[in-house]
Every structure is written in structure tokens, then in C-alpha cells.
């Protein structure tokens, strides 16, 4: 589960309810940002007002070249309020709390439960569930996944998901010229996996006459997961994330049968020393310097990122390519996919109808190929040039115009992007391809991705991380397996983990059940 642990300072609950209902008051003419200048009944170019996150040094100017031919597509006129991604919270948090709310509005993800939570339940937010099916754009070039993990407590959407690529999210990643070389196939199962983390590390994979090698390249990352090790705690429970249901209740998959396997399995691991003995100590730069040295032949990685580790790995092997990579398809049937989004655009209610269904054309418009490569691209002749009918960007020019800030509003994902880089060998890309879609038939999503619980927030920090360190203590050999089942008994008896679990379970029941 997804919890946000920032602390929002500066925004009371009195103070925000009493600013977002005088916010709404402003919407037949009132003075809030949403109006723009423009009522909804105005023809001509849509006057939109937005605020989003920068990550660039620089915002792009107001007559920025990219930004013109944006708005002479969608028929707009834009005024872009960029806010630094150092500020953007409490940007937002004083926005909300001033009722002066431009028409669309970034959400971060680590908001969305609570600041964005607050304002939906007093009303601030357009619900646009039923408006989503009018707009083609919107309904097929973001995800099924990202439309249901984006709804509210209600089950509904008062935002429109930033789409990412939800399939062929991280999994393992195995050095394929090690299998050929010990005559072994990529494992479909945890006992063939462990065979490859074996053989990895006593068979001299690499061939260089040496026992210098380790299978699996892991770390924890607190509180809540273990990265590398995880998914196999996942694989065994069969589900993406701390959360299954099942027995019609959402379950800790820490707390299922399946865990006690998992934690003999992960305990083995590291007693045969398949796994860094410092893992629990390990930074992820570390993890990847195993790789990158070839020193591990397993990752916990998107496969989209190994030239990453090629680059690295050709200044001591040559002839190192991505196709000595391989993406597993699953384990034991499983593999994860991603939530489908990051962030959200949000439209304030001080927006009519009438402005709202325009805002929703110009998003939906946006996401065309051919305007939505405006910012991809940029301006012919300046950020790119077109050779044997090949668009060839200068990616300096290209960024230094601001084509990629434009992304932080409206983005339209490859959902191959996570998998496949156009730079990839023909070869590397049909092989990733077909592995991503065979991964498409098994793969599971955090079911309880955004679901909220005022117990969780209260309390869940610390009992994720009570749980993860009697997890590493049982891998590590200092507690056994039988003190873990004891632990188990005690947290499920606790209180508080009980009314987490109830909670998320009326929340996931009530957001899937939900009438549009």
C-alpha cells in the first residue's frame, strides 16, 4: 500500500473547507484563477489557466515557439503558472487554500490522499467520470489500470490520470550470455530461480575462471519493501503489493501462509550467500554497481534501462550488447504492472460545464499524435530536421525550448516505453516486445494503490517497519521461522492492524463496486 508519510503543514482542515467554498462561490463570475477572463459561453480560443511542476532550470517564456503551436492546435490560449518541483507542494496546498485555483491543476502523488482527498470531499473538484467516454483520447491512450487506481473513496474520478507505461514494470532482468554459457533457460518458476541464482554464483558464469560472481543484485529500501527480494515474497503470494483480497477482505500478504515459504526461500538464499550479505545495508547504488561491474547476474530493473548497465559493462567486455539481456516473463504466473499514471490533472468547479467539457477537448485534442509530437519534436528546422523522412531531434535545443516541460502537463505514454528504446537492435526490440506482451496475460497491478485509511496513516509506518526488520532478521538467520509466526499471531491480534484492514477493505469494496 501506497502511504504518504509527508507531513502538510499550512493548511487546516476549517481553513481549507471555508476557502473552498468561497472558491465556488466565484464560479458564475467570481475572481478565482479558474475564471481566466473567459466565461464558458464564449466562443474563440479556449483561455485555459493551469499550474504544473517544472523540473527544468528555466520555465518556458509565454511566447515560447513550442507553446504557440500547442495552442493553435487545441484552440486555446494558455497561461502556464510553472512552479518549481522544490515548491509545487506548497504552492498547491496555499492555492487550494486561497480558493484561487486555476482551471487545470497538477496533483502530485503523494498528495492525492490527502490534500487532493480533503478538497474532492468538500466538492472543489469536477467529477468527470461520465464525461471520460466522449473524448477518444482520454478513454484509450490512458489505461483501464490508471482510471481505476486514480478513483476516489467513491469510486469515481475527479481527475484525469498523466499516463505511464502500467505493463512490463521492474522484474527481473538476467544476464542471458550467463544462462547460454551454463546451458540454462530463463526461469518460469522460484525453484528454477533459484537453480539460475545457484549456478550463477558457484559455475563461473562469466567463464574468467573465477568464483567472483553472485546470482541476485538486492537491497532493501524501507519501509515497506524490499527491492529485489520483494517481488519474490509477491511471487509467492500471487499478488502485486502488501495487499491480496481474498476470503472477500483485503489480507497483508505479509501475514498469508505463502510469506512463511517465501522467507525460508529468501532465508536460503542467503545462507548459500546467492544474494549480497549486506543487503539490508546496500544503497541502490550499490545494487546497480553490482551489475555494472559484472559481479551479479540479476536485477530488479525495467528492461528499458539496460543500456544503462551495457555502457558500463562494454569498458571491460566489448562485446557486451542488450541482447545478452533478458526480461523474466513471471514467476510462478506472476509478474507486476505498474498503477498506468503519475500524478493527476484536476478542474476546479469554479470552471462551468460548458468550460469544463472544452477543457476535456483541449486535453483530448492535445494528446493527437500530430500535436502532441509538437512537444516531442519540437519546431522543424530548429529543435529537429527531417532526414529520409526521419525526424532527427537535437535534444539540447529541444530541452532548452521547453518542449519536455509541456510533458508535465499533457503526455501521451508509449506502452512499450518501459520495455523497448528506439535505439535498441531490431532483434532486442521484437524479443522485449513479445516478452511484455506474453507478461501482459499474467501481469498484476497494486490492487490497493490509492485507498485510504485514517488508521494507516496513523499507524502504519511503524508497523511496516517492525515488519520489514523481523523479515530481515528471519533471512539473516537471527530469528527463525517460528519466532516470525509468533510475531505474525501478535500483529494480527493488534487493534489497530485490524481496523487498517477493515478500513482498506470497505475502501477497496466500495471504490470497485462503485456505479459510474
Given at each position: ?5 509527508k ?24 475572481t ?127 481527475s ?70 520483494g517481488?519474490?515474497e ?21 501475514f ?20 549480497p ?58 509478474n ?58 537535437d ?13 508535465q ?108
Amino acid at each position: 500500500m501506497k502511504i504518504n508519510r509527508k507531513i502538510i503543514l499550512g493548511v487546516s482542515a476549517t481553513m481549507l473547507a471555508a476557502s473552498l467554498l468561497s472558491a465556488c462561490g466565484a464560479k458564475n463570475g467570481g475572481t478565482a484563477a479558474g475564471q481566466a477572463g473567459q466565461s464558458a459561453t464564449e466562443s474563440g480560443p479556449l483561455k485555459v489557466s493551469i499550474m504544473s511542476i517544472l523540473l527544468s532550470a528555466t520555465p518556458p517564456a509565454d511566447d515560447n515557439a513550442i507553446k504557440k503551436l500547442i495552442e493553435k492546435a487545441t484552440n486555446s490560449e494558455m497561461k502556464v503558472q510553472w512552479v518549481s518541483a522544490n515548491s509545487y507542494n506548497d504552492k498547491l496546498n496555499v492555492s487550494l487554500a486561497s480558493g484561487d485555483i486555476p482551471d487545470i491543476i497538477y496533483i502530485p502523488p503523494e498528495l492525492m490522499q490527502t490534500t487532493f482527498r480533503t478538497a474532492v470531499q468538500q466538492g472543489v473538484f469536477w467529477d468527470v467520470t461520465n464525461y471520460i467516454k466522449d473524448y477518444p483520447n482520454l478513454s484509450s491512450k490512458i489505461s483501464k489500470t490508471a482510471w481505476d487506481l486514480s478513483k476516489m473513496d467513491d469510486g469515481k474520478n475527479y481527475s484525469i490520470p498523466r499516463p505511464r507505461p502500467s505493463e512490463a514494470d521492474a522484474f527481473y532482468v538476467i544476464r542471458k550470455d550467463w544462462l547460454d554459457n551454463l546451458g540454462l533457460k530463463v526461469p518460469t518458476t522460484t525453484e528454477e530461480f533459484y537453480n539460475v541464482l545457484k549456478a550463477f554464483t558457484e559455475k563461473d558464469p562469466d567463464k574468467n575462471g573465477k568464483q567472483d560472481t553472485i546470482g541476485l543484485a538486492a537491497n532493501v529500501t524501507p519501509p515497506d519493501k524490499m527491492e529485489g527480494l520483494g517481488q519474490l515474497e509477491y511471487a509467492f503470494a500471487g499478488a502485486n503489493g502488501p495487499w491480496k483480497f481474498a476470503d472477500n477482505k483485503l489480507e497483508y500478504t505479509a501475514f498469508l501462509p505463502e510469506e512463511h515459504k517465501a522467507l525460508e526461500y529468501l532465508a536460503n538464499l542467503y545462507k548459500e550467500k546467492l544474494i549480497p550479505e549486506d543487503f539490508a545495508s546496500m544503497k541502490a547504488s550499490q545494487v546497480k554497481d553490482m551489475v555494472k561491474a559484472g559481479k551479479a547476474g540479476v536485477m530488479w530493473e525495467k528492461a528499458g534501462s539496460v543500456t544503462e548497465y551495457v555502457n558500463e559493462l562494454k569498458k571491460t567486455n566489448p562485446n557486451i550488447k542488450e541482447s545478452d539481456f533478458v526480461p523474466v516473463t513471471n514467476l510462478n504466473g506472476y509478474n507486476p504492472k505498474g498503477p498506468g499514471f503519475a500524478g493527476v490533472l484536476a478542474i476546479p468547479k469554479t470552471v462551468d460545464e460548458a468550460k469544463m467539457k472544452r477543457i476535456l477537448k483541449m486535453i483530448d485534442t492535445w494528446m493527437n499524435d500530430d500535436v502532441f509530437n509538437i512537444q516531442q519534436y519540437g519546431v522543424e528546422g530548429v529543435d529537429h530536421t527531417v532526414k529520409d523522412g526521419v525526424k532527427v531531434v537535437d535534444a539540447k535545443k529541444l530541452q532548452e525550448d521547453g518542449g519536455p516541460d509541456f510533458n508535465q502537463i499533457v503526455y501521451v505514454a508509449d506502452p512499450y516505453a518501459s520495455s523497448i528504446k528506439n535505439y535498441f537492435p531490431k532483434d532486442v526490440q521484437d524479443s522485449y516486445r513479445q516478452i511484455q506482451d506474453e507478461r501482459a496475460k499474467t501481469s498484476s497491478a497494486d490492487i490497493s494503490f490509492g485507498l485510504y485509511s485514517a488508521t494507516a496513516q496513523q499507524f502504519m509506518p511503524e508497523f511496516q517497519k517492525k515488519i520489514q526488520d523481523e523479515k530481515i532478521k528471519v533471512i539473516m538467520g537471527r530469528e527463525s521461522l517460528a519466532a516470525w509466526d509468533d510475531f505474525v499471531t501478535k500483529m494480527k491480534a493488534d487493534p489497530s492492524f485490524a481496523k487498517v484492514s477493515q478500513e482498506l477493505t470497505d475502501a477497496y469494496k466500495k471504490r470497485a463496486g462503485a456505479k459510474s
